[in-house]
């Protein structure tokens, strides 16, 4: 380890992984280094600036003779140097752009040509790999392929033979015995290149700790700096402590906070997450979900799923779902009613509840009243569509994909059920949404000035503003009423008997029916339903699931918003644009929340397979090949087919 002694000095120091104990090695004066390497036969080394601006490197053998090496790196003398990694027969450098090396003499022998994307150069005891990874982005501009390529370097540091990764390694360090290890979604894991072949070996989502500084002692011994304090990783002892699965895709930052702060409160249980985003390859983005999805079929079961990226009806109908209703019966600590009813409502399936939504968000339409009126219904939206043009009204970022999917959500029940086995894609109501959709953009310029939904709105640039009313719902109230003239109404998704307001879950967990742990499961979904995590705000970005936590949090917020009134920065088609909320009144934000989380009557989330279905059969129409009636016939056959097979 390298830092200062109680003089100020720098210098190496080791530490006694048994005792636990810090001893000085080396003394290397006061000045400081710009970076650390070691040989593989012991040596260290510091790389330092000398006062011309001339990098040294100061070495100190294992029998503690020292030495001083000026480097004559020839034209990229004054270039910054980033990292340097010593080998027995030289240094490596790193610039950050650009990869060189020197021999053991400090003289340039190599120079590996301009790097795109993050580097890594890996000692091993026995060979050196180069590392590359090059992300979308460098690729654009080297005409490289994404991925990543670890190339082996000769002892006299020429290049040798290259082999291309397919896993999505976010970095890699050296092990022991000459592994070569990487690090993808937080687990360890050893890597073979030639056979393309990876081990998990420590999976550190299971706790708190980062691995940014992790460094591998011995075969099952890990060491790490966590907050200025040095923690030793070892294999787990078992005992009195069960281990929960928790099988994800992409795990968010919300939910690992949340999982790191209940395996460090919890005397009993640890959640273990399984991030298939992990099987992710870089030729194949989706290999991961396509395996999650086969072990789920296969019967691969975790103790609970998270399922942002699933459909949990589907998986209840298939019985791989626990219903948690009569976990609340038998716990004095929640119950059923605590839960507010538009998440306990809304989450229901089949006359059970399969699914844990600790937080959510309020999805709805707004507008000015002079366009929408107090209310409005499906023929007043189309008549508006017609006579303004649908891209006035959401702006032109708003697909015709993303309009498919907001109908199967805030229409689904007009449309679909799962549960007996129906549906009505060919009433007037949705014809008359697909020639709607006909006239929104089928894509748009992501390079170009499209604004956001309330700059433009501000701008006077789009009429109506599709909501997410999550955490900052106060605030976000009084610029829409700012925007609108004091005058946004919350008029809903257009619907012939829905209320146009649905509720987006910031997390869905489900407890597996084939879990041995299902006390220690709910023991989890309880520490997500307690106060403190529900009135954390930093936990989940959303409100909280729970009444009297929504009610303190709504208060606190409206109380922070009097007393300062919220403002906002945007973007419209012109430009920049700075704006203020409406002066807060606590009794009438509360009346519209109130009717907003009352009226919630859907789930921001639609059944990705009936999208594609509607997309697919919609296209001739859209291409102008058939009516719209006739792509309703062809949607309404084919979904009926699905469903019948899905849930029947």
């Known amino acids: 380890m390298y830092g200062r002694d109680a003089d100020g000095k720098t210098c190496f120091f080791i530490y006694d992984t048994a005792k636990g104990e810090m001893y000085q090695l080396y003394s290397l004066g006061e000045q400081p280094s710009e970076a650390i390497a070691a ?19 100061c070495s100190v053998s294992p029998e503690g003779t020292a030495s001083r090496l000026m480097l004559d790196l020839g034209k990229y003398s004054n270039g910054m140097i980033y990292d340097f990694y010593a080998t027995d027969a030289g240094f490596i450098i790193d610039f950050g752009n650009r990869v060189i090396a020197a021999d053991s003499e400090g003289k340039l022998i190599q120079d590996y040509g301009e790097q795109f994307g993050a580097v890594w150069v890996v000692v091993l005891s026995d060979k050196t790999f180069l590392v590359q990874i090059v992300s979308q982005d460098s690729a654009v501009v080297s005409g490289k392929n994404p991925g990543a390529v670890i190339t082996e370097l000769n002892p006299d540091f020429s290049m040798g033979q290259s082999y291309r990764v397919e896993a999505q390694f976010t970095k890699f360090f050296p092990g022991v015995d000459g592994q070569l290890l990487g690090i993808m979604n937080r687990s360890v894991y050893s890597y073979d290149p030639a056979s393309g072949h990876s081990t998990a070996l420590i999976n550190t989502l299971a706790n708190n700790m980062g691995t940014e500084n992790i460094v591998c002692l011995s075969d099952e011994l890990y060491f790490t700096l966590y907050e200025g304090a040095p923690y030793l990783w070892r294999p787990s002892t078992g005992g009195s402590i069960t281990v929960l ?34 099987y992710d390859a870089y030729s194949s983005a989706n290999s991961g979900m396509s395996r999650f999805a086969a072990d789920i079929i296969s019967g691969t079961a975790p103790d609970i799923y998270d399922m942002s990226s699933l459909s949990p009806n589907d998986l209840a109908a298939k019985g791989l779902l626990e219903d948690i209703r009569p976990f609340f ?9 605590d839960l507010l009813p538009c998440v306990s409502r809304n989450a229901e ?17 707004c507008g000015d009243i002079s366009v929408t009126g107090e209310a409005w219904g499906m023929e007043d939206f189309v008549s508006l569509a017609k006579a303004r043009g649908s891209e006035i009204l959401f702006g032109a970022d708003y697909t015709r994909s993303d309009f498919l999917s907001d109908i199967l959500c805030f229409l689904k029940d007009d449309l679909y059920s799962e549960e007996n086995l129906t549906c009505n894609f060919t009433s007037d109501s949705f014809v008359s949404m697909l020639e709607v959709a006909k006239d929104l953009p089928d894509s748009f310029d992501r390079d170009g000035n499209q604004g956001e939904p309330m700059g433009r709105a501000y701008a006077g640039d789009q009429l109506l503003v599709i909501t997410n009313l999550g955490f900052s719902a106060v605030d976000e109230i009084s610029l829409l009423n700012g925007i ?35 006390d220690g499961v709910w023991e989890f979904f309880k520490f997500l339903m307690s106060d403190s995590v529900q009135l954390n705000a930093g936990m989940f ?6 009444s009297s936590c929504y009610d303190k949090v709504q208060r606190q917020k409206i109380s922070k918003a009097i007393e300062k009134l919220p403002e906002a920065y945007g973007v419209s088609l012109t430009g920049p644009v700075h704006f203020f909320g409406s002066e807060v009144d606590g009794a009438s934000i509360t009346e519209t929340m109130d009717m907003l989380v009352d009226e919630a009557d859907c789930i921001m989330s639609c059944d990705v397979s009936i999208l594609n279905i509607v997309s697919a059969c919609a296209e001739p129409f859209f291409a102008g090949a058939i009516s719209a009636r006739e792509a309703a016939a062809n949607i309404q056959s084919r979904a009926s087919i699905y469903i019948s097979e899905q849930y029947g």
């Open 349 to 365: 399936f089949m006359g059970g509840l399969y699914e844990l939504i600790p937080a959510f968000s309020i999805v709805t339409v």
């Open 541 to 546: 970005d959303g409100l909280p699931s729970v």
């Open 484 to 518: 609108f003239g004091g005058e946004a109404q919350f008029v809903g998704f257009p619907s012939e008997s829905s209320s146009g307001i649905g509720i987006r879950p910031c997390a869905r967990l489900g407890m597996s029916s084939g879990s041995a742990n299902k």
């Open 245 to 278: 699965t928790l099988a994800t895709y992409r795990l968010s930052y919300d939910m690992q906070r949340a999982i790191e702060a209940f395996n460090s409160s919890s005397s009993s249980y640890v959640i273990n997450p399984i991030d298939y985003a992990a």
């Open 329 to 337: 019966g038998k716990d004095s600590a929640v119950s059923y009613d």
């Open 39 to 57: 040989s593989p036969n012991g040596s260290l080394h510091t790389l330092r600036t000398a006062e011309d601006g001339q990098y040294y490197i």
